[in-house]
């Protein structure tokens, strides 16, 4: 499967911002889609993933309450809608997918992710 993301951008803190991750060729499986995002300097970390079945959803701590994953499965994309966002949410987000079992650790660890698209930049000032 292939993947591409999108909808980064520049946004004041407290603002909104949506990103989309479409996939494309083996989209006859539903996979586990997820967000990961890497800020300078630091390691990438979980951010939220969507699981088969659009009733299993988790978060990262973080971003709990403020951030919203789905999916549309008929035009396969996912969707990262970010609200409140503050300046420690700047990095670049990128979505991966696979046929990961819906279990902590496995599920928020990103080397389980065999396909992964490429990053879009989120940048929040303050």
């Known amino acids: 499967v292939q993947l591409q993301a999108s909808g980064g951008g520049l946004v004041q803190a407290g603002g909104s911002l949506r990103l989309s991750c479409a996939a494309s060729?083996?989209?006859?499986?539903?996979?586990?889609m997820g967000w990961f995002r890497q800020a300078p300097g630091k390691e990438r970390e979980f951010v939220a993933t969507?699981?088969?079945?659009?009733?299993?959803?988790y978060y990262a701590d973080s971003v709990k309450g403020r951030f919203t994953i789905s999916r549309d499965g008929a035009k396969n994309i996912v969707f990262l809608e970010m609200n409140s966002l503050k300046p420690e949410d700047t990095a670049v987000y990128s979505c991966?997918?696979?046929?990961?079992?819906?279990?902590?650790?496995?599920?928020?660890?990103?080397?389980?992710?065999?396909?992964w698209g490429q990053g879009t930049q989120v940048t929040v000032s303050s």
């Open positions: 060729g083996r989209t006859d499986i539903s996979w586990v």
């Open positions: 991966a997918a696979g046929m990961v079992p819906f279990t902590v650790p496995i599920l928020t660890t990103a080397r389980n992710y065999p396909y």
């Open positions: 969507i699981g088969r079945s659009d009733g299993n959803l």
